[in-house]
């Protein structure tokens, strides 16, 4: 069955600081991947996604995320945090159905939190 | 992209009773889903609803539970029926829109709803 892990609830880092969020992943086929970031009181925000090709996709807000087949991950990464992403992020696989990515599967999300 | 929206935003029931949220798109889309978010948890696909077919429900989940509408390609709307506070979540509606060679799903800001 598909599933998604994310081994890391919390995570605080400083300004400034280097990010890496990490999400594992179960899947029989190539998945389609996602990173998606949920602020307060917000809906969720599409950062960056993988469908084929290059194994690095970069997002918005300078999010970069890499495809490792054979560690079955899709960490995403930041080279310097800004106080305005602290935020809930969460991994997700999709299956595809006719075409369309069809039902997602969610990752348990990882809470970042920044320091000034 | 999509701009979508939800109405309410957030809603104290009382149990026994339902709710109705609407989804609104700004734009003609074929599949819509509808994601329940527990507290403190991650998101959960209830079913999808395509224009024109009864809704798909994922395992867990059943129409008498969570009927949903999708009378055009713009709208649908789910109801939580008979709340008790178990309910108690925040329910996510989903477009899917083709981008480029690949798909992606955007968000509704989501309403929160509490069960006393």
């Known amino acids: 069955a598909q599933s998604v892990t994310q081994p890391d609830i919390h995570i605080t880092v400083s300004e400034g600081a280097s990010l890496e969020l990490r999400c594992n992943y179960s899947?029989?086929?190539?998945?389609?991947l996602f990173w998606y970031v949920q602020s307060p009181g917000q809906g969720l925000q599409l950062l960056l996604k993988?469908?084929?090709?290059?194994?690095l996709v970069q997002g918005i807000k300078g999010f970069e995320a890499e495809f490792k087949r054979s560690q079955s991950s899709f960490n995403l990464r930041k080279p310097s945090v800004h106080w305005s992403d602290a935020a809930e992020y969460f991994c997700?696989?999709?299956?595809?159905?006719?075409?369309?990515?069809?039902?997602?599967?969610f990752g348990t999300g990882t809470l970042l939190a920044v320091q000034p | 992209s999509a701009v979508i929206s939800q109405k309410p935003s957030r809603d104290i029931c009382q149990r026994g009773t339902s709710l109705t949220i609407q989804c609104q798109v700004d734009?003609?889309?074929?599949?819509m889903f509808w994601y329940r978010q527990q507290p403190g948890q991650s998101l959960t696909l209830i079913a999808t609803?395509?224009?024109?077919?009864?809704?798909?429900?994922e395992s867990g989940f059943v129409i008498d539970k969570f009927p949903i509408s999708r009378p055009n390609l713009t709208f649908s709307t789910l109801t939580v029926s008979n709340m008790s506070p178990e309910d108690s979540s925040i329910y996510l509606c989903?477009?899917?829109?083709?981008?480029?060679?690949?798909?992606?799903?955007?968000f509704g800001p989501g309403t929160r709803l509490t069960v006393t």
């Open positions: 989903s477009v899917e829109f083709l981008a480029g060679s690949s798909y992606e799903q955007y």
């Open positions: 899947y029989g086929a190539t998945p389609y």
């Open positions: 993988y469908f084929s090709g290059d194994t």
């Open positions: 997700a696989v999709g299956g595809i159905y006719g075409g369309a990515t069809n039902k997602l599967i």
């Open positions: 734009s003609q889309v074929t599949m």
């Open positions: 609803a395509n224009q024109g077919s009864e809704a798909t429900y």
